[in-house]
């Protein structure tokens, strides 16, 4: 039976959301920004709408140049609220594990899924089966999304891309070669900067010319591994499933400070909401964690971190309260240099144990 494969991708979801709550915002430049706090217009575009994006508007620009690309048409900045967006993923996701064999999300707006046994492996009802998912969701949710469906996890993610915006594209098996092949390779998924340009050095630029590389030259240049799968994309019969219940690894927060510094106090301080966004993260998942890590990203650009690790596993907001504070006392001590974003990390998660608080008798380890 062929696999049936799907890729499921929220157009700008961000934006989208706050469309939908303001239907005023329809057909204006609507921007998502995460803002620094160091001045009013001092953070980065986190997400764009279609008509913003015609005005050169993308992510990761800064929120000045942005409004100045955006003087005079009317536009609409928004603060990024991450939370709100959060709730409003995972209800879609209930909702869309319901109506496919298998669901794996990836992000918080989107995710692969697998309906080969509820199709019978038929392309014909599988594409009637994305096109009722994509209708149920912008009944339910008034979202758009993009979704494409081929024999593996890479040919759907690549026909979603295409099927930008709000479109729907299935491959089918017989046609995944004559797709896949013009394509630049970049566009592989898991292929970043890096592959791409050795690749380009052997004067492979598509994925048909990848498909037809010795296997020999990929192993010599990525290794075995990264060589088997960079042949198995390009001719599309990878067969990475589509995984059922993804535990998290971990919990981190990073914010932009206000203004460079190395004083621990001021970091602790400002990386106080984040730090009980952690706590609440990780009570709602009824998860434990081992390690806590401060995460430095120092004004040249570098990054520092230092970490503890407690003898058992504990969910308790004061043992992180106050394990935060000495790790950035620590980590002052190894650079003369300030920081410019700091951020927190837990890790070594497992499901909670029966018990109420550890703070009284746990410390950390060595």
């Known amino acids: ?17 706050e469309e939908v709550e303001n239907p005023s915002l329809k057909g204006r430049p609507v921007i998502v920004c995460v803002f620094s706090g160091r001045t009013e217009e001092s953070g980065v575009v986190s997400t764009a709408n279609y008509k913003a994006r015609e005005f050169g508007i993308h992510s990761g620009m800064p929120i000045n140049m942005a409004k100045k690309r955006l003087a005079g048409k009317n536009p609409q900045i928004i603060k990024m609220e991450h939370e709100k967006y959060e709730v409003i993923s995972k209800e879609i996701m209930n909702d869309l594990e319901s109506m496919v064999d298998a669901l794996e999300p990836t992000g918080i707006d989107e995710a692969f899924f697998d309906i080969t046994t509820s199709t019978g492996g038929d392309y014909v009802r ?11 969701i912008f009944r339910h949710k008034h979202l758009t999304c993009s979704m494409g469906l081929g024999q593996s996890k ?10 930008k915006p709000g479109g729907l594209m299935a491959v089918i098996p017989e046609t995944t070669e004559a797709f896949m092949a013009p394509l630049p390779v970049a566009k592989l998924y898991g292929v970043g900067p890096k592959t791409s340009s050795v690749l380009g050095e052997m004067g492979v630029r598509t994925i048909g010319e990848l498909a037809k590389t010795n296997p020999s030259r990929l192993q010599k240049e990525f290794g075995s591994k990264l060589a088997g799968y960079l042949l198995a994309a390009s001719t599309g019969t990878d067969t990475d499933p589509v995984v059922v219940g993804l535990e998290p690894t971990q919990f ?14 001021q970091v602790y301080l400002q ?27 120092l004004t040249d650009l570098s990054a520092r971190t230092k970490s503890k690790t407690f003898e058992t596993s504990v969910n308790d907001l004061a043992l992180l309260r106050e394990a935060v504070p000495v790790l950035f006392e620590e980590l002052s001590k190894t650079t003369v240099k300030d920081y410019r ?24 380890a060595g």
């Open 341 to 364: 974003r700091v951020g927190v990390r837990v890790s070594g998660l497992a499901n909670s144990a029966d018990q109420t608080s550890l703070s009284e008798f746990v410390r950390p």
């Open 252 to 265: 981190s927060r990073m914010v932009t400070l206000k203004r460079d510094t190395r004083d621990p106090h």
């Open 1 to 17: 039976m062929p696999r049936v494969v799907g890729h499921i991708d929220f157009d700008y979801f961000y934006a989208q959301v």
């Open 126 to 136: 599988a594409r009637e089966s994305a096109q009722l998912i994509k209708e149920s």
């Open 271 to 297: 990386l106080s909401e984040g730090i009980e966004h952690i706590h609440k993260k990780l009570t709602s998942s009824d998860k434990t964690f081992r390690t806590v890590t401060a995460i430095a990203i």
């Open 154 to 163: 890479i040919v759907a993610k690549l026909s979603s891309d295409l099927a």
